[in-house]
């Protein structure tokens, strides 16, 4: 897993999520495993299936952000800065468009409410990363080469 830029408020929230789930979690799942093994014949036992689920993928959240905390790197997303950079919320406008569409330059554990996320590393966020409001950038997307417009960094 490469670097991965997070703000200090979605670093403290991962950090509380893995706190939870290897402490409170871990035990919650045994206790429903323990109360499903109780009920007798485990061939056909829904719950002890249900639950034995609900464990692996619990476990392959916490393996997941294990390793996400282990190799975060902590940015200030005080935001207003004038040039694109992990953290930032930039404003674009695609060439041939009128609309203006929001976007957060970080990782997808970084999601807020309404707004898409870019990757740093992805084509568009390598293209942006650097610039500053009232650029124009192109990159290649599946589809071929697109401009944008950076409207406004906040």
Do not use: C, W
């Not at 476990?59 to 282990?70: S, T, Y």
């Not at 992805?122 to 124009?136: I, N, R, V, W, Y």
């Amino acid at each position: 897993m490469s670097e991965t830029s997070l703000s200090r408020e979605a670093f403290d929230r991962l950090q509380a999520e893995l706190e939870h789930l290897t402490t409170q979690g871990r035990v919650e799942v045994a206790n429903r495993i323990e109360a499903a093994r109780a009920l007798g014949d485990l061939s056909e036992n829904g719950d002890y299936h249900a639950a034995k689920d609900d464990q692996g993928k619990m476990e392959a959240r916490v393996r997941h952000l294990q390793a996400l905390l282990k190799q975060a790197t902590i940015v200030d997303d005080a935001g207003g800065g004038d040039t694109v950079a992990a953290g930032s919320v930039v404003s674009l406008r695609y060439e041939g468009d009128d609309d203006v569409e929001k976007y957060l330059i970080g990782s997808i554990e970084e999601r807020r409410e309404g707004m898409s996320v870019v990757s740093p590393g992805s084509p568009l966020g390598q293209a942006l990363l650097g610039h500053k409001a009232g650029e124009t950038v192109e990159y290649d997307a599946p589809s071929g080469s697109l401009k944008v417009e950076i409207v406004e960094i906040g």
